[in-house]
């Protein structure tokens, strides 16, 4: 997200979009990101309203707009870099982690993307696997593990990038390697368009994991997450 729109986001979250609908008023949000000056004219700020909510970041109903769980996932990410910066402390973000998941029936989505060539192409570059076609998706109950896939997402991580096909974009993802129940390599990722929030992961291995390790809906499965892209040999 361009810096600019990021202003405006955060300026929507003083204003308390983050729980509820509030009323908006291009003139005033152009003068308090500094007018045209800063390049934020009414104009401006009216289109970048329309990309935040193209993009999923916020949704509008008339003149009143709420930030949506899409967009808090980019305020948050946002909140843990700087408070790491701030800190200058390891935590979460750069050390070595582990996690706790049930697995869980996701969407189904993450077979039909990880089949695409684009992507796969990109995951088994950066990953040095070429991904089975499907994820395994995990629900956290731990809030302290929560916490950490927050602050997880703050990091750098290995990306792929936006690509086009057949006339449709498809968005980038954010990549961390892991070891899945202690003996298999993986990674988790985080789709830039994803549905789920910070409760779920999503896990992809080069395996199909749910046949390897015998798993079904509620079965526990722990991960060992290396946010500095450590293979963890």
């Given at each position: 997200?361009?810096k ?8 929507l ?12 008023c ?29 993009t ?11 930030i949506?769980?899409?967009?808090k ?31 869980t ?5 993450g ?6 060539p ?11 696997f ?12 731990k809030q302290?593990?929560?916490?950490n896939i ?19 974009s ?7 390697h ?18 789920y929030?910070?409760g ?34």
């Open positions: 997200m361009k600019c729109k990021l202003d405006l986001l955060i300026l979250v003083k204003k308390g979009a983050l729980y509820e609908d509030v009323p908006v291009t003139g005033k949000l152009s003068a308090e990101l500094g007018g045209s000056a800063k390049g934020a004219s009414q104009q401006t700020v009216s289109r970048w309203l329309l990309e935040l909510q193209a999923g970041r916020i949704q509008k109903n008339g003149r009143h707009v709420r949506t769980p899409f967009g996932v980019k305020i948050e990410e946002v909140f843990y870099m700087v408070k790491g910066a701030l800190e200058k402390k390891s935590d979460a973000s750069t050390k070595e982690f582990e996690i706790t998941g049930k697995v029936t996701g969407f189904r989505e077979r039909y993307y990880l089949a695409i684009e992507y796969k192409k990109q995951i088994s570059s950066a990953l040095g070429s991904p089975f076609a499907g994820t395994l998706n995990l629900r956290l109950s302290k593990d929560i916490e927050r602050k997880l997402k703050a990091a750098q991580g290995i990306a792929t990038g936006e690509f086009s096909r057949d006339g449709r498809f968005g980038s993802a954010k990549c961390f892991i070891l899945i129940a202690g003996k298999i390599k993986g990674a988790l990722i985080f789709p830039a368009r994803s549905h929030g910070d779920v992961v999503e896990v992809i291995a080069p395996i199909n994991l749910r046949e390897k390790l015998k798993l079904k809906d509620e079965k526990e499965v722990s991960l060992k997450i290396f946010p500095q892209n450590s293979t963890g040999n």
